[in-house]
């Protein structure tokens, strides 16, 4: 079957933008949430590992909220999508749910513990950690494509496919980047010591984070035929020149506000600006594909009628959440006061 002739917005082609919305969202918002968590290996005293909680206290338990429109977008938007890529990816996303019950009985528990809080501390290390490593396996082995029976229209490969050097790399890359969300949001949140702490981890955590990028985009074009030319073959240069030129100018937007202007807020957005332009550097290397380069978006569709049926719905719940967000996020704006709590 031919990808399509016309790329006009069509019903498919906004479900598979909400899709990406909702997946980018929850990138964003629990992306430094989890970097706290990963973070809170390197901070020992418990005043300090306090405030980072009491930083995302009000609105980390929202975050997840994306995450299941993410998924109940594509069960319902893209059913043949969802029917190969779960079976595909059950290890990696059923470790990554499991880490997150992991991580949120640990942040509520820990601050009722007393003699064992160092087993809850622990255990919302290993929760952050775990749940990013797997998030970063999940997409890599989706980028470098699943084995797809077209005509039994299923999945074909087997336990372990998930599993290789680049899905693991991808893995270990999240994990970085994550962290730098997460330390960039503590000099946006925290003073003193632990900003300054912060604000020096965020400067190493940037170049790893960049020099991650780099590589997965150096080494993601020979993963699948198309993917080259995608990028690298006649005017698909400029995009690739674009998407390096944003990444390349949002590097020194961060390292500029961490050390030259010493600013608080600037060095955060910068981060989440290196997350945004890979997620859409990523877009621009699957579409039209849905799996990777197998499985178009338009294969993968459901009938319009239920297409049109779950953008009603869709219309009136993302408003409703954003706003809910937004207005959660303004209430709890701030720096954290070492000596008052959220819990």
Do not use: C
């Not at 290993?126 to 997409?139: D, R």
């Not at 690739?240 to 390349?248: D, F, I, M, S, T």
């Amino acid at each position: 079957m031919p990808i399509v002739s016309d790329i006009s917005f069509d019903l498919t082609t906004i479900w598979a933008f909400v899709i990406a919305f909702a997946v980018l969202t929850y990138v964003v918002l629990d992306g430094f949430d989890l970097g706290l968590g990963i973070l809170f290996a390197t901070e020992r005293r418990r005043r300090d590992r306090d405030v980072m909680m009491n930083s995302v206290a009000p609105v980390w338990d929202g975050n997840e909220t994306w995450l299941v429109l993410g998924g109940g977008g594509l069960f319902a938007a893209f059913p043949l999508a969802y029917s190969i890529i779960l079976p595909a990816l059950y290890a990696p996303l059923v470790a990554m749910l499991l880490a997150l019950i992991l991580r949120g009985v640990s942040f509520e528990f820990r601050w009722k513990a007393q003699g064992g809080r160092w087993i809850w501390d622990a255990a919302f290390i290993a929760g952050s950690t775990i749940a990013s490593f797997m998030q970063g396996v999940a997409l890599g082995a989706l980028l470098q494509g699943i084995t797809v029976d077209k005509a039994a229209r299923a999945y074909a490969g087997g336990w372990w496919d998930w599993f290789t050097p680049f899905s693991a790399f991808v893995g270990l890359a999240v994990v970085v980047g994550y962290a730098l969300l997460g330390a960039t949001w503590l000099v946006s949140k925290t003073t003193g010591d632990l900003q300054e702490r912060m604000r020096r981890r965020a400067w190493f955590l940037g170049l790893a984070t960049v020099g991650f990028i780099a590589a997965v985009s150096l080494w993601s074009p020979f993963l699948q035929d198309g993917y080259f030319y995608r990028w690298f073959e006649g005017t698909h240069i400029l995009w690739a020149a674009g998407v390096a030129a944003l990444v390349a100018g949002l590097n020194w937007a961060l390292f500029h506000a961490l050390h030259v202007h010493r600013h608080d807020h600037w060095p955060f957005r910068a981060a989440l600006g290196l997350f945004v332009v890979s997620f859409i550097g990523l877009g621009l290397t699957m579409y039209p594909y849905i799996i990777p380069t197998e499985i178009t978006i338009y294969e993968a569709a459901a009938p319009r009628a239920s297409q049109v049926f779950m953008l009603v719905g869709a219309g009136v719940l993302i408003p409703v959440i954003l706003a809910y967000t937004a207005y959660a996020y303004y209430v709890f704006r701030g720096k954290i006061d070492e000596d008052t709590g959220y819990h």
